[in-house]
């Protein structure tokens, strides 16, 4: 049984009634917008995904969770946000595979994948919207302002080898953990919990989430991820492997990452990285954060203490 | 005097004051997120504009208006939607050129210009969060959702001789029209009306001022538009212009849009539209348009109704 099946057990049935609202609401979602809509949408909202965000959202509620309304809407509108960045991410990255399948901007184009994703994120808005609550807006709209700006940052950044673990480290908290950490202060106003308080346990699992993704980007294999190893390479992303890599090989620290061009080469500096011992090291760093995350839960029931602690080992286990 | 002008006078000192803080706040906000982004954001905030949107939101609450935070945030809110839906227009289009000034996708690229829209439009919603109004969000939300499919509308139609003008006048409430509805409804809310009385104003003037935008994108001149004539055809998109031309020239209705791809080429077949006549007759429709909105308006106070009706004149004024 995966870490996340577990973390659905031990959340009781009331979990899974709500996950299964959320499946159901974003499928309504996404349907009721036209054709070219529901297909590109419905495509991206439905290829799968672990749904880490909102079962986030409704363990933070409380375990068992509150069965409302609102956070359901929550947990899809944090969804939604999510879906809307994947489209507009893979819009400015060109990339043609997301979890194996063709991405929107491969499939209907730049103009078709920018529209939805649009689309996506104002559909989160007016779900939020559903529940009256003006904090969640708040929380929902301030995250999202941050992904922009994480976008933003690693455009900015493209391509520069003098980037360093901080800064690494601050693109990652914009582009990724504030989403986690939205989930947990979203989920937490709808359990009636001071929505601060689980804000830092989602914000470092959401960067160890990142952190280990961009292990994986390195290690592949792309069977497991869907896409060529060393894509973050070929699109100029600096990721902590390879900052790492660069202080134990001068050969890689001397590296234009402009000239690697092609999946052959990404490739082999893929293989040079993980040559070094890197990934171990950054793994490392992704597993002290989750331990971090855990020390950080307030005082919580022992069941959804639990549920949460089993989140952030789920974080992991796909790169056990 | 121009029109706007005037409805600045008849709003009296608080319009003014409220659009002064409507400027500085969006100053603020453009100002308070990075370089990259401030650069970006602060070109397309403050390239002018009419502020023709945060103007109605202030009408639209009472003449005088109430100089409550919330209608500050409305407006802003609003606006900050504009702007998003411009850069990524841009971004669809490869505009070169906007109100004269290069866009954000010709000086910072489609990255920075799809992730500076991304922001401006988390930014709508996270000031209108502020003013913590549950039914703001919902029409604001539902405004950027149909804004979305309009531009998903526009791209699928693309080139497609067949459309005709119902479809035409769909896309244009989608695109444009849904906007300056918004704008009335979370006026109205601020200002304690009913948010649906002023809805169909909003509407038709802003269909009114998408049909009028359309013709100028014809006749030009383009040191007037700051863009070349015809931009619409080389983008494919059929307008009431040819639509309506095409009924009168033969040639032109048997004209393949996706053959035309200079600007030259453009120039040619926007005189030959003006030529048919069309241009008048799209006009004439417009201006039904804003005399139906005019008589749409409900009971209200003197001075509210006159200041919106000079603000429906003004939509009309540019075309004078």
New interface residues.
């Given amino acids: 049984m995966s870490a996340l099946e577990t973390v659905l057990e031990a959340g009781g049935p009331a979990v899974e009634r709500l996950m299964d609202r959320v499946e159901r609401r974003m499928e309504a979602v996404t349907a009721g ?2 054709a ?2 529901a297909r590109y949408s419905r495509e991206t909202i439905h290829a799968g995904g672990k749904r880490l965000r909102p079962l986030l959202v409704c363990l933070s509620a409380g375990v068992p969770p509150p069965e409302s309304d609102g956070l359901v809407q929550a947990a899809v509108a944090v969804e939604l946000v999510h879906a809307a ?1 994947l489209v ?1 991410d893979d ?2 990255d060109g990339s043609a595979l997301r979890r194996g399948r063709p991405t929107v901007v491969a499939s209907g ?4 994948a ?6 996506l ?3 989160a ?2 779900e ?7 904090a969640s ?2 929380v ?3 995250a ?2 941050e ?3 994480g ?3 690693q ?2 950044d493209a391509f520069d080898g003098a980037i360093q673990v901080e800064r690494y480290l601050q693109r990652c908290r914009l582009k990724t953990a504030v989403l986690f950490r939205a989930a947990c202060e979203l989920g937490a106003l709808a359990g009636g919990i001071p929505s601060t308080s689980l804000a830092p346990f989602g914000e470092q699992i959401g960067l160890a989430f990142q952190i280990l993704d961009d292990v994986l980007d390195v290690s592949g294999p792309p069977e497991r991820t869907g896409k060529p190893r060393g894509a973050d390479l070929l699109d100029g992303t600096i990721t902590l492997p390879l900052i790492e890599a660069r202080n134990r090989d001068p050969e890689l620290a001397a590296l234009e990452v402009g000239l690697v061009r092609s999946e052959r080469d990404a490739g082999t500096v893929c293989d040079r990285i993980a040559a070094t011992g890197a990934l171990d090291a950054v793994k490392e760093r992704a597993l002290a954060l989750v331990a971090d995350a855990k020390s950080s839960l307030p005082a919580l029931p022992e069941r959804q203490r639990a549920a949460l602690e089993l989140v952030a080992n789920g974080v992991v286990e796909r790169y056990a």
Avoid: C, I, N, Q
């Fill in positions: 917008y036209g070219a809509l960045t507009h819009v400015l184009g730049r103009k078709m920018t529209a939805t994703g649009d689309l994120f104002a559909r808005f007016a939020l919207a559903r529940g009256r609550s003006p807006v708040t929902l709209s301030r999202s302002s992904l922009a700006l976008e933003l940052m455009r900015a």
